[in-house]
């Protein structure tokens, strides 16, 4: 017997009896749009259990969030039974739970990003010790796949998002194409790479905490550039960033860059910290009103009047409302390239610790 994975108004041990072949169940699964569209592990009772007594301290009933659009409980054991299907071990549950918890947070503002026409994915960066002990993926590939925790903590949050959140494509869920990333969206910060403060530090953690960090991301720019020079580096990493058709100009967002370990060294050397990084980065992308399209700058006038004021097409958009909201993670392995990561605009990353 399997259990179900979505957050149905029925006993939260509701067990569906199907034929114990795995062919059969991964059929029964896509027909109740349980999966994701690839092969699912079927979540029997042995195996959720197995997931749950990690978790000692929590009960399987216990409600970890509600989850827009559906604003159905997100219990442990329904969490579980997600983990499960994703091809997580029990060792995954804790940051996932993390992560569930995050996404459910005000600033977050999940119903826009699960009900959007947008294609925003979350994207998950876990901090601290146990991005080693769970050998999630900081460095070569770390967006890619061959990574175990990087592929399933991604995938199992997207299934309960799913599955419990009520995102389903083409119902709830209005994204108008999507992006691959809400199969599997999930890496570690190259802490031991970087010259600067990990993200969770930077975000009020201890150090030695265990964190999962959930960002609206739509989607990934590769930024290949064999400058050696910090300035002109910013340049042109700013230069990418600008793009008229902008969520981020719209709503004053927060964009991500994840700078790669070569790239990171380069503006250390010239004397550049987070912060100077930041602020360059937030100057150098403002951008005239005008290039945006007419109907496109009206809602950029009636969404930042508030913190811009009286807006005209000479004004100077900026992506980010100050230059901290630009954040930065380094991560990836050797070579001449970063990553820029717009974002969904109205939404904010959220921290959680976990372990």
Request: hydrophobic share 40%; with cysteine.
């Amino acid at each position: 017997m399997t259990a179900t994975p979505q957050a149905a108004r029925v006993p939260p041990a509701l067990l569906v009896e199907t034929d114990d072949d795995l062919d059969a169940i991964n059929a029964l699964y896509r027909d109740k749009r349980w999966s994701d569209g690839l092969p699912i592990v079927p979540p029997t009772e042995g195996r959720v259990a197995a997931m749950l007594a990690t978790l000692p301290e929590r009960g399987r009933d216990d409600v970890v969030a509600t989850l827009a659009p559906a604003f159905n409980a997100a219990t442990v054991e329904r969490i579980a039974i997600n983990a499960v299907m994703a091809g997580c071990g029990p060792q995954h549950l804790a940051p996932l739970v993390a992560a569930v918890e995050a996404c459910a947070a005000t600033e977050f503002n999940l119903q826009a990003i699960q009900a959007t026409t947008n294609s925003v994915a979350v994207w998950i960066v876990v901090n601290g010790p146990a991005a080693r002990t769970l050998g999630v993926n900081a460095t070569f590939n770390c967006l890619g796949e061959g990574a175990w925790a990087n592929a399933v903590l991604g995938r199992a949050l997207r299934l309960v998002l799913r599955n419990v959140g009520g995102a389903l494509p083409g119902d709830l869920d209005r994204a108008t194409h999507g992006q691959p990333g809400r199969y599997t969206f999930c890496c570690a910060e190259h802490e031991a790479g970087s010259p600067w403060s990990p993200l969770h530090v930077d975000r009020g953690f201890d150090a030695t905490q265990s964190t999962v960090t959930v960002v609206g991301a739509e989607g990934t720019m590769n930024m290949n550039s064999h400058s050696k020079t910090a300035d002109e580096l910013l340049r042109v990493f700013a230069e990418t960033m600008v793009h008229p058709p902008s969520n981020e100009y719209t709503h004053g967002g927060e964009p991500w860059v994840i700078v790669g370990p070569e790239h990171a060294e380069i503006l250390a050397r010239a004397g550049y910290g987070k912060a100077d990084v930041q602020r360059a980065l937030w100057e150098q992308t403002k951008m005239p009103g005008s290039r945006m399209a007419a109907r496109d700058f009206q809602r950029v006038v009636l969404s930042r009047k508030a913190e811009l004021g009286d807006i005209t097409p000479d004004t100077l958009l900026t992506l980010a409302p100050t230059p901290e909201g630009i954040k930065l993670v380094v991560a990836g392995g050797p070579g001449t390239h970063s990553v820029y990561v717009p974002c969904f605009g109205n939404s904010r990353a959220v921290t959680r610790a976990f372990g």
